[in-house]
């Protein structure tokens, strides 16, 4: 099978230079939270990829290389994330050979806008196109193994100049959240979500917060929240807001892929384990610290007079009891996590990430286990202590008072 080149050009549309461009963001963000079918994620990444290498082009031509830069970033990111969310569905033995195959179609044309752009910017400029031509090789080279493996001709002819590297676009790791708009309280814990889908590797996750507010506080304006390394399968860690960080709006979690590899051909004479920083990831943009409360929630009667408070007040309604708590409720899932035969009632938060300081991230809601359209059941369960997932289920035998038959 030979892969149709795509010549369609994507629109820039609201590009990074402009005022309103946060706006443009969110909505994506919003498509994002609320597309549930893996392969459809996946479009949506390889869309966005798109798009940041559009904005990329425009800011080129108006002669903005930092901007240009910094979207260049983003538009690996997003591949990494599409690239992601395929081995997440491979190693649940999912058919991937369609999606992998429209992965390398975009991918091949970003190498011809690339290349295109090589000789046209700045030599400060050209690093960054040369490593976003080498990741993007990478993940044709990663197609045509796939292909190879299957017994099928190679898709995509393979260039002299494709690296031999077996690795994947160093994606491996990407902040998933926060990634920006999200309002945090001193002295209260969060969940840290990131993907490695890397099993094979025994890696290792560092956790900071960062800031311009650090700044005199800490050395490097870096705050470690964890104290242990945290294996980097894990995916997620709950991190606690240190007391020492200001109140502002000028934060960010950064991430570090710690390698633990044994060194005795260097030092033969003790086994020495150092500890190598291999990759990074920063969440995309900013999210808000504020102060802790010093006197409790005045407890309203009813939940509009307890979201009505000041964002700077931690009020949360409590839908179980119908009660407003100056602290979190844990979340409770009756049927204890994914449990397709029971209709399960599902009490917890849930991470409004494309919303600025929405008081919806106080509302600790109720969810029960629900058949939609056809045989799809939509099973809701609890991801940590506080937040709540779904996912959705397709019951062969069909589905009926929210459980698979």
């Known amino acids: 099978m030979v892969l149709a080149k795509d010549n369609s050009a994507t629109s820039a549309g609201l590009t990074p230079d402009s005022p309103f461009y946060i706006f443009k963001t969110l909505k994506e963000n919003i498509q994002i939270f609320f597309t549930f079918n893996a392969e459809q994620k996946v479009k949506q990444f390889l869309h966005l990829a798109d798009v940041r290498l559009a904005e990329y082009q425009k ?6 290389t930092e901007i240009a830069q910094k979207t260049l970033e983003k538009y690996e990111k997003q591949l990494a994330r599409a690239l992601a969310k395929v081995e997440e569905l491979k190693s649940k033995g999912k058919d991937v050979k369609d999606i992998s195959e429209r992965i390398a179609t975009t991918t091949a044309k970003h190498i011809e806008v690339l290349e295109n752009n090589l000789e046209k910017v700045p030599e400060s400029a050209k690093e960054g196109i040369e490593r976003a031509l080498e990741n993007s090789r990478k993940v044709i080279e990663k197609f045509q193994e796939g292909e190879q493996q299957r017994g099928q001709p190679s898709a995509l002819p393979i260039e002299d100049e494709i690296t031999n590297s077996k690795t994947l676009l160093s994606p491996s790791l990407t902040i998933l959240f926060p990634n920006g708009g999200e309002r945090w309280v001193k002295e209260s814990s969060y969940q840290i979500r990131w993907t490695y889908p890397n099993p094979g590797k025994e890696n290792y996750i560092n956790v900071s917060l960062i800031g311009e507010h650090l700044k005199g506080i800490v050395t490097a304006e870096a705050l470690p929240l964890n104290t242990a390394l945290i294996p980097a399968t894990d995916g997620q860690y709950i991190g606690k807001v240190p007391g020492i960080a200001p ?60 979201l009505s408070l000041s964002v700077d007040d931690t009020c949360y309604w409590d839908e179980q009891n119908n009660a407003c708590s100056p602290t979190r409720q844990l979340c409770f899932d009756s049927d204890n996590g994914i449990n397709f035969n029971i209709q399960g009632r599902t009490f917890g938060f849930q991470e409004l990430i494309y919303a600025q300081y929405t008081s919806n991230e106080r509302i600790r809601r109720e969810w029960k286990d629900a058949c939609l359209v056809g045989n799809t059941l939509r099973e809701y369960y609890c991801i940590d202590n506080y937040y709540m997932e779904s996912e959705l289920k397709d019951c062969p035998n069909g589905c009926s008072n929210g459980v698979c038959l």
């Open 247 to 306: 109140p502002g709006d000028k934060y960010k979690i950064k991430i570090f892929l710690i390698e633990k590899t044994k060194k005795e051909d260097l030092y033969p004479d003790i086994n020495l384990y150092p500890d190598i920083t291999v990759a990074t990831d920063s969440s995309d943009n900013y999210f808000r610290i504020v102060a802790a409360p010093t006197s409790p929630c005045t407890l309203p009667e009813n939940q509009a007079s307890c």
């Open 59 to 64: 800011m080129i031509e108006k002669g903005k």
